[in-house]
């Protein structure tokens, strides 16, 4: 549920700024648009990925002692 916050509170101001921007008389490309999505998603995926790959390896730079 707090990823779900945090991804929402991440989205707002994007999806704010194509609104806008329709609203001031903008042109807004959708293939264009969804390539930029289609970016965003893929490089938090990979982020998640490397990020639950390097938290599998028990080393995180912490002291634990």
């Known amino acids: 549920e707090h990823a779900m916050a945090a991804w929402s509170a991440a989205t707002a101001a994007p999806l704010a700024g194509v609104g806008l921007w329709a609203l001031y008389g903008g042109h807004i490309d959708l293939p264009e648009l969804a390539v930029v999505?289609?970016?965003?998603?893929?490089?938090g995926a990979l982020t998640i990925a490397l990020?639950?790959?390097?938290?599998?390896?028990?080393?995180?730079g912490i002291s634990r002692g």
Do not use: Q
């Open 37 to 43: 999505v289609a970016g965003h998603v893929l490089n």
């Open 51 to 60: 990020a639950c790959g390097r938290s599998k390896t028990g080393r995180h």
